[in-house]
């Protein structure tokens, strides 16, 4: 059972300039089988939250707790964070030239286990979860995200959830850039992943699009830095009607 809880957070980010303060006191609680969408107009600091989680250098927690199943992972590196149960599918896939899908995945495998998988139960269960986002066997021969198009960057990541099985995982825009096959693939495999019902899951997104395939159990808007409101389905269905702008200006006055 996995429970990540988001305490007042303040977060930094490094620029040019130094640093600039992007969210501003972060509340949120993903519970065992709970999915939250998180969404906000470009900048609202969605990304931030996401990187800041996974312990991103350029992301600086100023304040605040963030925890997973009890275990406080705001002072660890990227792998203790990882090893603890924690996974970010990124916006933009970095590509690793020369490292072959299926040693990426072994390794890492290997890595958050602490012991390599048996290569014959491995192979099968690589195999079944590039089928099951429809990537061709000969996928895992590829060097790691290097030519691929942006579908088969994110139904990558969706592998990589199935295969590494975390407790809690951070999705951010895993729908952006794919066409209709495309996300419907990306999301039944989402929804493989919380079908058990004891892992948590963040779902940053800009668009409602994604939820008319993966039924989210909360709907929490961001502007500036902050959750500002938050319920159920209808909450994105209101803001697909609206949009945001209503919350930017009343964001906007209370700054003023």
């Known amino acids: 059972m996995s429970t990540l809880v988001i305490s007042d957070l303040h977060v930094d ?38 990187y800041a989680i996974a312990g991103h250098p350029n992301y600086k927690i100023t304040s605040g707790s963030v925890t997973l199943d009890g275990v406080e992972l705001t002072e660890m590196t990227v792998d203790e964070r990882a090893r603890e149960g924690l996974f970010l599918a990124m916006q933009y896939p970095v590509e690793v030239p020369g490292v072959s899908v299926a040693n990426f995945l072994r390794t890492a495998k290997t890595a958050l286990d602490g012991e390599a998988p048996k290569i014959r139960t491995w192979v099968k269960d690589v195999e079944k979860a590039l089928g099951n986002m429809q990537l061709d066997k000969t996928f895992s021969a590829r060097s790691v995200n290097e030519g691929f198009s942006g579908g088969e960057k994110k139904r990558h990541e969706i592998a990589q959830l199935e295969l590494l099985n975390p407790k809690a995982a951070i999705l951010d825009e895993t729908d952006s850039g794919l066409d209709i096959d495309a996300l419907r693939v990306v999301s039944d495999g989402v929804n493989r992943f919380t079908a058990s019902g004891d892992r948590a899951l963040l779902l940053i997104t800009h668009y409602t699009r994604i939820l008319r395939y993966i039924e989210p159990t909360f709907v929490h808007v961001f502007i500036d830095g902050r959750i500002v409101d938050e319920g159920g389905r209808e909450l994105a269905d209101k803001l697909e009607a609206e949009g945001y702008e209503s919350y930017v200006k009343a964001a906007a006055a209370a700054v003023a």
Do not use: Q
């Open 13 to 50: 980010v490094l620029t040019e300039s130094g640093p600039k303060e992007i969210l501003k006191g972060v509340n949120l609680t993903a519970r065992p089988g709970e999915i939250h969408a998180i969404m906000g107009p470009n900048g609202s600091g969605k990304s931030t939250l996401a």
